[in-house]
């Protein structure tokens, strides 16, 4: 059974920082991209971040040169290290893994995901 767990969402000042973790198993995630999705009341989900099996990385516009998601070398623990946090940020951020090859942007390309971490930007 697959299984992604997120952790290391809370509370943080704007300009702060925090680094979410999203440790999955169950399966080989090597091969496929695994990314972070974000939720904000009433809106939809939206693309943050993802990273391929190549280690290619790809970001939203809007946490280009702020957030920066890495994995560890067995593959199967990725961060997001979010900088400069602005309010706006403010969500349920949701680790995700894929199964096949696509565009890395589109939520209908993961079919595994973890149950969200809060991730709150107020001072």
């Known amino acids: 059974q697959v299984q992604l767990v997120e952790s290391g969402g809370g509370l943080v000042q704007p300009g702060g920082s925090l680094r979410l973790s999203c440790v999955a198993s169950?399966?080989?995630?090597?091969?496929?991209?695994m990314g972070w999705f974000r939720q904000a009341p009433g809106q939809e989900r939206e693309f943050v971040a993802a990273?391929?099996?190549?280690?290619?990385?790809y970001y939203a516009d809007s946490v280009k040169g702020r957030f920066t998601i890495s994995k560890d070398n067995a593959g199967n623990t990725v961060y997001l290290q979010m900088n400069s946090l602005a309010p706006e940020d403010t969500a349920v951020y949701y680790c995700?893994?894929?199964?096949?090859?696509?565009?890395?942007?589109?939520?209908?390309?993961?079919?595994?995901w973890g149950q969200g971490t809060q991730v709150t930007v107020s001072s």
């Open positions: 169950g399966r080989t995630f090597n091969y496929f991209p």
């Open positions: 995700a893994a894929a199964q096949q090859l696509g565009a890395v942007m589109n939520v209908r390309l993961y079919d595994s």
């Open positions: 990273i391929s099996w190549k280690i290619i990385t």
